[in-house]
C-alpha cells in the first residue's frame, strides 16, 4: 500500500533525524568539549529548555515507530474487521503526526530564540553576560563582533552551529510529520478500496 509506504519512509527519517536533535542538544552542553561551564552555569538558559533532547528527540521518535509500524504485508485486521484495517491505522497515525508537530514545533522555536539571544560568555568588562541579546540578532550578521566574548572560545560559533542544526533539523520534522497528516487522511480515505482490492489476498 503506497500510504503505509511512505509512512514507514518518513518513519525512518524521523529516527535519524531524532538522534541528530539529541546530539546536537547534548553537544550545546560542552562548548570546546569542556564540563566547567556546564556546571558553573555559563550556558544559554535555552540550552537548558532541552528542546532537542525532549522536542525534537524524545517526542519524535513515537511517531516514529507508529510510522514504521503502519507499513504491513497484509491489510486486514483492526478490531477484528478486515475491510477497515488499514484505514484504522492510518487514521491514527495523525494523531502521532500532531505529537510530532508539537515536538518538533517546540525545537525550532526554543532553537529560534537561542539564535537571536546568543551565548553567554566573558565580555571585555569582565562579566558573564548575553553579550548580543540587545542586538535582536543581528550579531548573526556581523561576524567582526563575536570577539566581544573571551570566554568559552569560539563559544558564539558553537551556539550558532549548534542551534542553527537544531533549527533545520526540527523545521524537518515538522515539514514530515505535516506530510504525514496529509499521507494519513489520503490513507484513512482511501484505504478502504484498497482494502476491498486485497481482501480475497488476506
Not at 1 to 12: E, L, Q, T
Not at 46 to 64: D, E, K, Q, R, Y
Not at 88 to 116: D, H, K, P, Q, R
Request: net charge negative; with cysteine; glycine share 12%.
Amino acid at each position: 500500500m503506497c500510504y503505509g509506504k511512505c509512512a514507514r519512509c518518513i518513519g525512518h527519517s524521523l529516527v535519524w533525524l531524532a538522534v541528530l536533535c539529541i546530539v546536537a542538544n547534548i553537544l550545546l552542553y560542552f562548548p570546546n568539549g569542556e564540563t566547567k561551564y556546564a556546571s558553573g552555569d555559563h550556558l544559554s538558559r535555552f540550552v537548558w529548555f532541552f528542546s532537542g533532547i525532549i522536542g525534537g528527540g524524545v517526542l519524535i521518535f513515537l511517531p516514529a515507530f507508529v510510522f514504521i509500524g503502519l507499513e504491513q504485508d497484509d491489510c486486514c485486521g483492526c478490531c477484528g474487521h478486515e475491510n477497515c484495517g488499514k484505514r484504522c491505522s492510518m487514521l491514527s497515525s495523525i494523531l502521532a503526526a500532531l505529537v510530532g508537530i508539537t515536538g518538533s514545533g517546540y525545537c525550532v522555536i526554543v532553537a529560534a530564540l537561542g539564535l537571536a539571544e546568543g551565548p553567554v560568555c566573558l565580555d571585555n568588562t569582565g562579566q558573564w553576560n548575553y553579550t548580543f541579546a540587545n542586538t535582536e540578532g543581528h550579531y548573526l550578521l556581523d561576524s567582526s563582533t563575536w570577539s566581544q566574548c573571551k570566554e568559552p572560545k569560539h563559544v558564539v560559533e558553537w551556539n550558532v552551529s549548534l542551534f542553527s542544526i537544531l533549527l533545520a533539523l526540527g523545521g524537518i520534522e515538522f515539514i514530515l510529520c505535516l506530510i504525514q497528516v496529509i499521507n494519513g487522511l489520503l490513507g484513512g480515505i482511501c484505504g478502504y478500496c484498497c482494502s476491498r482490492q486485497q481482501q480475497y489476498d488476506c
